[in-house]
């Protein structure tokens, strides 16, 4: 199994950043993917959910109005959007799938003003 994202992206506060993640080594669709984040001294926060099956999508109160998760199941790939880009969105972005027992490598994102 594996979680393959997208790499390191930069950008200005205000801004949006889409985060990918390539799924592959199981059936995409037997298990949510989860969208955590992990910003500098702080822990683990978790943003939401998709359910690949029917895109169903449950956020984080904090996330609800700034946050977008979609999932291609023709190329087992789910997306985070994050738009209104603040510098505390400062961190690396994670996917998780199986029930938190597979990870994604990570994305840094990095916002600057």
């Known amino acids: 199994v594996q979680l393959v994202q997208s790499g390191a992206e930069l950008r200005i506060a205000g801004a949006s950043v889409k985060v990918s993640c390539k799924a592959s080594g199981y059936t995409f669709t037997d298990y949510y993917i989860n969208w955590v984040r992990h910003a500098p001294g702080q822990g683990l926060e978790w943003m939401g959910r998709?359910?690949?099956?029917?895109?169903?999508?449950k956020f984080a109160r904090k996330f609800q109005a700034r946050v977008t998760f979609t999932a291609d199941t023709s190329t087992s790939t789910a997306y985070m959007d994050l738009i209104s880009l603040r510098l505390e969105d400062t961190a690396v972005y994670y996917c998780?799938?199986?029930?938190?027992?597979?990870w994604g490598q990570g994305t840094q994102v990095t916002v600057s003003s």
């Open positions: 998709i359910d690949p099956e029917d895109g169903d999508t």
């Open positions: 998780a799938s199986g029930g938190y027992d597979y």
